[in-house]
């Protein structure tokens, strides 16, 4: 059997370079609770993300808790069902109710023309998804947030350092979610961040992830416990150092995979959009009209040994936990892509022969 090839690998430091950036914390024992490393990431970080405000969360699920939190959402929140359970399961922890908008067929972020027919009295925000690094149409989400008074929370889990013609992805709408998760293209283990443009919301975010606590005597939010530790910390001061070196090699892999797949008819490639920076995420694929249907192409790499992944199928708005709250059928471009696309394998470390043989295995 051929080497296992899974859809991501994590990046890493050298270890000697890990187990030199942990050294002082043997001697400090201060290994959690907003300690000197965290201070150090996150400070990096907001210069590195070119955001003005930045709170460092355990991962970035809870980071969107918090902030959907902070910002005092109320009813109906408009999202999309094209995503990881983390962006509808935040809502609705939240006792909020998710309305499902569709996705537009270009880059699968939410269709800004479906959402003004979804807004009523009751709708207070919107959360969308810059889906695989896909930006989604961040200036006409701007004119309807104004228009309707909404607040725009962006799910940019995906998008870890991309810019717009230079400018953060980060400083788009109130705030945005990033996730530092393992399988990321930067990570701090487990890990997440909310950045904002409002410096008034800080204040709440810092409480809520540390169980609401605002001074010595005092507690003013009922929070829970969701900080970043120092060992978190430190791995991400370290994977910093590398992230641009990693994402210059994750540019290579997508750059060989658009080489052998791109002009295929029934293949269909996200190809970047004018203005973005890319940070090379993911590589999605749909197979719409191939010779091969995307079951067939899973399978197949499948029984060679390699793992792509149906990110992201099935929609959340047709989990089991949501059975009988919502209708697929109300998001049927989403339903379409979720039936036809595959992650492929992407990381920095991905040898190019292997990308070959993959590409050899879908086009066989
Ligand atoms: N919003 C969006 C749009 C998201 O995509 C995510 C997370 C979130 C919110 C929430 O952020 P976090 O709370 O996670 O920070 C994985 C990740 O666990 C998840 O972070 C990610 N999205 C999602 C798209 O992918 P699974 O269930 O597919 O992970 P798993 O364990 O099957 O791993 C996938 C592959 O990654 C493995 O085949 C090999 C590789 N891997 C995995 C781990 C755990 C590594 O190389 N190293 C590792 O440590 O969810």
């Known amino acids: ?14 270890f000697d370079e890990y187990i030199d950036e942990i050294k002082d914390l043997w001697n400090s024992k201060w290994l959690t609770n907003m300690g000197i490393k965290h201070k150090i990431l996150e400070s990096q970080l907001k210069d590195y993300l070119k955001v003005p ?9 809870l980071a969107l808790e918090c902030i959907i939190d902070a910002l005092d959402l109320t009813g109906e929140v408009i999202t999309t069902p094209f995503t990881f359970a983390s962006t509808t399961h935040a809502i609705v922890r939240n006792g909020l109710k998710p309305v499902f908008c569709d996705i537009n067929p270009d880059d699968y972020t939410i269709d800004v023309d479906k959402i003004e027919s979804l807004i009523t009295d009751k709708t207070s925000a919107i959360i969308p998804v810059h889906v695989y690094g896909n930006i989604c149409d961040v200036e006409a989400l701007d004119d309807i947030a104004k228009k309707y008074n909404l607040k725009v929370i962006y799910d940019a889990a995906h998008t870890f350092g991309v810019t717009v013609n230079g400018r953060g992805i980060g400083t788009f709408g109130d705030a945005s979610m990033f996730s530092f998760h393992a399988t990321k293209v930067f990570n701090t283990i487990e890990g997440g961040a909310v950045t904002y443009n409002d410096p008034s919301i800080k204040e709440a975010l810092d409480a809520l992830k540390n169980f609401g606590i605002t001074g010595p005597e005092s507690v003013e939010y009922v929070g829970g416990n969701a900080k970043m530790n120092e060992f978190q910390a430190a791995m991400g001061i370290c994977n910093l150092r590398h992230v641009d070196s990693e994402i210059a090699k994750r540019k290579v892999v997508v750059e060989r995979y658009m080489e052998h797949l791109d002009g295929i008819e ?24 191939y010779k091969k249907t995307r079951d067939e192409v899973f399978e197949e790499l499948k029984s060679n040994n390699i793992i792509a992944r149906k990110y992201f199928y099935p929609l959340t708005n047709s989990f089991d936990c949501y059975k009988g709250l919502y209708n697929v059928e109300d998001t049927p471009v989403a339903k379409y892509i979720a039936e036809k696309v595959l992650t492929l394998p992407l990381y920095a470390d991905l040898d190019l022969e292997d990308v070959d043989r993959i590409c050899e295995i879908i086009k066989g």
């Open 266 to 289: 029934g293949i269909k490639l996200s190809k970047g959009q004018a203005g973005v920076k890319s940070n090379y995420a993911y590589f999605p694929v749909v197979f719409d009209g």
């Open 1 to 14: 059997m051929s080497k296992q090839i899974l859809v991501t690998q994590s990046s890493m430091p050298d």
């Open 53 to 61: 405000n930045i709170t460092l969360f355990v991962n970035g699920h």
